[in-house]
């Protein structure tokens, strides 16, 4: 926050020497916003580091279209993260088409961002229900970083993970159940490759996100009592994340323990479900009902599968919970 108030003074007085300073560690700014959940907050500061390197564009394309690249792919995460989710689309294309541009000019310089650009396209299109078109374009973005891992694996191989991660999911949404198996399965084998190099704490969060997928697609492949073990493995990386960092880490436990669930169901478990969606519900809670646009459509589905639950074990839902939830419908109308 100081360099920014810093650049800001100084391009006050001389715009044209320190515009382009001020935009950059803005930038800085809403990435670390982020990190820390001030989701917000970082929706302003990412907002205002693209009008200041678009006016910088215009002047100067050749100098500052990568950074006007780069700063509309931050702003359409921030974006889709707070709900705005038809303007994220919006931003997110034109990253992806301003890296096309800069990649036919300079292929080896931009096409790890135009992967970037291209997987981040494809999740904002996958939240707006445009499941074909995230499909396509999260297999583009696959089909580069293959391309990119086969010539720096220890530089790329984290990318590649990332999309395989990506793909399975949507690969699962659109009914290819027996592919998203395969693509998932494959994300895992890789973060833990890239677990064993010595880095346990960069990747831990995504081998975590890996299993859940993976986990997720075993149940719809009948691979009943494997997706119950690899469940419960996500569920324990992520316990210990969210202990780390509650407000980063909290959402992602909630979604895990939701698809440990379904693997109880799946094995007619259905005591340790419901025991799994109380739990995933009563540590959610307090953050949904204070960003309940935020985290709806995840509380939302969790609500639902707990109300299953309570019918397939034939117990009555707790009625306390029952009426935060019902205050939290309440607020998102």
């Known amino acids: 926050m100081e360099a920014v108030e810093l650049w800001r003074a100084s391009s006050l007085s001389n715009q044209g020497a320190f515009l382009s ?48 690249a780069g700063s509309l792919n931050n702003l359409a995460g921030t974006q889709s993260y707070v709900g705005q989710r038809e303007a994220a689309l919006e931003t997110a294309a034109e990253s992806v088409k301003h890296y096309r541009k800069l990649t036919e000019e300079n292929r080896e310089a931009f096409l790890p961002d135009l992967a970037m650009s291209l997987s981040n396209l494809a999740n904002v299109r996958d939240d707006v229900g445009q499941r074909e078109a995230a499909l396509e374009t999260a297999a583009e973005a696959l089909k580069i970083r293959r391309e990119l891992t086969e010539g720096n694996r220890t530089l790329f191989l984290p990318d590649l993970a990332a999309s395989l991660t990506n793909l399975a999911t949507m690969q699962s949404e659109v009914g290819q159940r027996e592919m ?63 202990e780390g960092n509650r407000a980063a880490f909290l959402p992602n436990l909630a979604m895990s323990l939701g698809v440990l669930s379904k693997a109880h169901s799946a094995l007619n478990e259905h005591q340790q479900a419901q025991n799994c969606l109380i739990e995933a519900i009563t540590l959610f809670l307090p953050m949904v009902e204070t960003h309940p646009r935020h985290h709806a459509r995840l509380f939302l589905l969790l609500e639902e599968a707990y109300l299953a639950a309570c019918q397939a074990t034939d117990t009555s839902p707790d009625q306390s919970l029952l009426a935060r939830i019902a205050a939290i419908k309440e607020s998102l109308q």
């Open 180 to 242: 998203a198996l395969e693509t998932a399965a494959e994300a895992v084998k890789h973060y833990r490759e890239l677990m064993g190099g010595g880095n346990q704490e960069a990747f831990l969060p995504n081998l975590a996100a890996s299993l859940s997928n993976l986990a997720a697609s075993q149940i719809e492949n009948g691979q009943r009592e494997a997706a119950l073990k690899t469940a419960w493995e996500a569920v324990k990386i992520r316990r210990k994340l969210t």
């Open 21 to 68: 300073e001020l935009a950059m560690s803005l930038n800085n700014l809403a990435n670390r916003q982020s990190e820390v959940g001030q989701r917000e907050a970082a929706l302003e500061t990412a907002a205002e580091a693209v009008k200041h390197y678009r006016k910088l564009t215009e002047g100067n394309p050749a100098a500052f279209l990568p950074d006007l």
